[in-house]
């Protein structure tokens, strides 16, 4: 990442957030015949921390791998892997990272124990809690030089889909699902949701 002279000088240094892998949901692959899915896997980068979000459940890990890889990554350089909710399309590549400290359910694992952190991951990172579609979840609030960009798990499965919470048919909680969409749309300049691509919300 490139710094300025200016930006070195008063210590602004913001993220930077790349879908690595852009995901697809159940209801697309019905069409195709065939029920298959896969969440949206994110690389957020805050001066040294790299952090991955929902490894997912990609049957052939070395599409991950070449995508790390171009980004100048290797498995082992990933210091945490963010679990947005505990569905298994979301989590099942985790041990993927076995050096990488674990956030899951708002909390920071590493190996067997659990660590002191707080909601302010690093000073662009914010960890939120936006339970609805389940119960734990959480999405990250990253600032970056084009806003703050939201990556939400199922939050949003993608830009206006569900459309409405009730179409959400794995929702445990609908109520606070729309509490935890407006919170986002509220904060966010733009949403990773958990199976498309970003979208910029509508203030």
């Known amino acids: 990442m490139i710094v300025s002279m200016s930006e070195h000088i008063l210590g602004i240094v913001m993220a930077e957030v790349k879908i690595l892998v852009e995901g697809y949901t159940v209801e697309d692959s019905k069409r195709w015949g065939k029920e298959e899915t896969c969440p949206t896997i994110t690389l957020v980068r805050d001066r040294n921390l790299m952090i991955v979000v929902d490894p997912g459940v990609l049957e052939n890990q070395e599409v991950l791998i070449k995508k790390l890889e171009e980004e100048g990554l290797r498995v082992d350089d990933i210091d945490v892997v963010c679990i947005t ?25 590493e190996g067997s124990r659990v660590m002191n952190w707080n909601k302010q991951l690093t000073d662009n990172v914010e960890i939120v809690e936006t339970p609805g579609h389940s119960s734990d979840s959480i999405s990250l609030l990253v600032k970056t030089k084009k806003g703050i960009v939201a990556i939400v798990g ?3 499965w993608k830009e206006a889909f569900p459309l409405s919470v009730a179409d959400d048919p794995y929702a445990d909680d609908r109520e606070k699902l729309e509490q935890s969409r407006e919170k986002i749309m509220k904060s966010a300049d733009y949403v990773i949701p958990g199976h498309g691509k970003m979208f910029k919300t509508r203030k």
């Open 154 to 156: 199922d939050v949003f």
């Open 85 to 109: 909710h505990s569905h298994m399309d979301h989590y099942r590549n985790i041990g993927m990272f076995p050096k990488a400290k674990t956030l899951i359910c708002g909390e920071l694992w």
